[in-house]
Each structure stands twice: as C-alpha cells, then as structure tokens.
C-alpha cells in the first residue's frame, strides 16, 4: 500500500479513526476543563487511590500515575482485574473508569468497591456503570464521546486529572497542560495523511514495521507510553507487539537476544527517549539499543518532544497513534472494529 495513497486510507478507514488521532490535542483540554465541572464524593481524605479499568480505560490511568510520580503523596495504583486487594477500603478513593460502562472487571471491581465502603468515583459515557452510580448515589463523571474507548485516552487521562486537582491532591497542572496540547499540535504538522512519506516520520516507521516483530521500550514516566504504542499497534493495525520496561529490561530481556534467532532477526525494537527522564534511564536507554543492534537487531529511536513532562508523554503517545494508524492502512486493515475482542466478550458474557 502507498502510504500517500490518502483516498485509498479513506475507504478502509471506514469510522474516521484519523478523524479521532487529529482531534487529541482538542480531547485532552476539554476534558481537563470538564473534568473541573463534575461533582466530587463527600469524603476528601484518603489514603490511597485505586483506577479500575481496562484497555483503553486503563491507560490513561497508567499515564496519569506516572505523570504524578512527583506532584502526588498517595499512591495510584491502576487495577486491570477482578477482586480489589485486601488493602483497598474506606480510606482508599476507587475510580471506576469504563468508556462503555459495561466492561465486567470494572463492574466487578466497582461493586467491591460499594462492599468495602470506599469512596467511588464513575468515569464512563452510560452503559450499566451510569445506571449503578445514579442508584447508589456515587459521583457519576459521565462524558459524550461516540467512538472506541481507546480514542477516548484524552478524556480518561484529563478527567483523572482534573479530579486529583479538584479533590486538592495536586497543584493546578493547567500551565503544563496548555504546553502539551501545543506541543502535540505542533508535532502534528509532520504526522498528518496529507504530509507525504519523505516527510512523515510515522508513515516512514509504519513502513519499517510492516511484516515485523515490535517491541517498544521505554522508562520512568514514558513507560505507559510504550504500553500505549503496544496497545494501538495490536487494536488498529491488528498486529503483533510487546513493550518492555527499562531499567527491568536490562536485568533479563537483554539475555533473551540470541533465540529463537530466525525471530529475533525479524524483530524491530523502538526505544522511547526524553531528556526529563532519570539521566541513568537516558544512558540506559543508549546502552541497550546498542547492544540489541550488535545482536543483529534492527532499532529506532522516538524522541519526545515540547518542554515539559506532559508534553513528552503525548507527544510520543500522538507519534505512535498515528504511526499504528498507518502500520492499519499498510496491513489494509480497518483500525476501528475489533471482532475478535467483540466476540472474545460475548463469549465471556455467555457463560
Ligand atoms: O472502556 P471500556 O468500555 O470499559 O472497554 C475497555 C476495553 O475493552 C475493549 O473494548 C476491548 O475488549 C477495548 O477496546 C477497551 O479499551
């Protein structure tokens, strides 16, 4: 496929997933400043907090914890399962997050919420969780958005954070905010369907991408961002990928270089780089692409950009949604329907 070929992209493209990576930069500051607006639960301390959700939902979560690293005195645990932990109880705030409101690990997770008395929090468009929350009273952050949950990532990472700043968690992050919704919209003139190949940094990758193995690794604040990439590159481009954490990855994966060979000769791993990133983490970063290179491995680099942290975290999230985006139009394959996720989930309704 021509990855200039923009007709061709619009016929497979048949939801405007395109039309959801382009509107990011508007996402995140809306739902930052709706966020502002919606009603908070009556208790405000706590000892620790607990973000419910899955896929798409979850990631967002993962993002803002570690973002917050640094701004924020509780613990953010994000929770992709059933049963909460024995530890999660009336001093802990849970935040229900679901796009549809009908994922059962999120419901699951809620209703051992109610058990337990903690404080709850809804973040979802309708769906059963909406209808929970108007019955038992909980503060419902319900947000209109008509696509998959994964192109919603904006409003799950700006709602949470609009609630930590409003429940007085944090200090106002509005300034670092704007920078990164600047900074995505500056990076975008580069990666749009109309810049062509020989100046789209994302359509180049995809290139190198097709018919490979991806692994993406990344560390500190920028490791959700390589789960991220994981995600897009499995949902849109329905493909194979892994992320791996540094400095972790230097403890085991390294020593897993040498088989199967044949594999690993046609794997492509990508390293996520930024300069606010702990300096043992950058040189960590150098290190191990050169030594997957010296085993045979083919490697790249995406550096983020803007100034701060939160700039650094969406724009190389935008990079590698729009780089999954074209990986899907290289493979011809529609990068909104998951059918075999949908199945997989009646499947598991029905029993
Ligand atoms: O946000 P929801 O509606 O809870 O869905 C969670 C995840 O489930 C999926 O629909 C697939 O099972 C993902 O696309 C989504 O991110």
Same mark, same amino acid.
């Given at each position: 496929m021509n990855l200039d070929d923009v007709t061709a992209f619009q016929q497979i493209d048949s939801q405007d997933m395109i039309g959801q990576i382009n509107g990011l930069p508007d996402q995140l500051n809306r739902a930052y400043e709706l966020g502002k607006t919606f009603p908070l639960p009556e208790? !405000?301390?706590?000892h620790s907090v607990l973000i419910s959700g899955m896929g798409g939902s979850a990631i967002g979560a993962d993002l803002v914890a570690s973002y917050l690293q640094d701004k924020i005195s509780l613990p953010i645990i994000v929770h992709r399962d059933y049963e909460l932990p024995l530890w999660a109880g009336e001093d802990t705030l849970v935040v229900a997050s679901?796009?549809?409101?009908?994922t059962e690990e999120t419901l699951w997770a809620y209703d051992q919420a109610r058990q337990r008395g903690c404080a709850i929090v809804a973040i979802c468009t309708g769906g059963k969780l909406a209808g929970l929350a108007r019955k038992d009273g909980v503060p419902l952050w319900q947000f209109d958005h008509r696509h998959a949950? !994964?192109?919603a990532v904006g409003f799950s990472f700006g709602l949470l954070l609009a609630l930590f700043e409003q429940l007085g968690l944090?200090?106002?992050v509005e300034q670092e905010v704007d920078e990164a919704v600047h900074a995505m919209r500056n990076v975008q003139t580069n990666l749009g369907i109309d810049v062509p190949v020989t100046h789209n940094p994302a359509k180049r990758m995809a290139g190198q991408l097709f018919g490979r193995w991806v692994v993406v690794l990344a560390a500190d604040y920028l490791a959700p961002v390589a789960r991220r990439w994981k995600g897009q590159i499995n949902e849109l481009a329905k493909a194979w990928a892994q992320f791996e954490f540094l400095p972790e990855a230097d403890?085991?994966?390294?020593?897993?270089?040498?088989?199967p060979s044949a594999m690993l000769m046609n794997m492509m791993a990508l390293f996520i780089q930024a300069p606010g990133i702990n300096s043992r983490n950058q040189k960590r970063i150098e290190l191990t692409r050169e030594m997957f290179m010296t085993q045979g491995i083919n490697t790249d680099m995406i550096v983020a950009r803007g100034e701060g942290k939160l700039a650094h975290i969406w724009t190389s999230l935008l990079f590698g949604d729009y780089m999954a985006y074209y990986l899907a139009m290289a493979y011809g394959i529609?990068?909104?329907?998951?059918p075999i996720l949908d199945a997989f989930k009646s499947e598991m309704a029905s029993v």
């Open positions: 208790k !405000r301390k706590f679901s796009h549809s409101g009908n949950p !994964r192109t944090i200090s106002s403890h085991n994966t390294l020593a897993g270089l040498e088989n529609d990068p909104t329907p998951i």
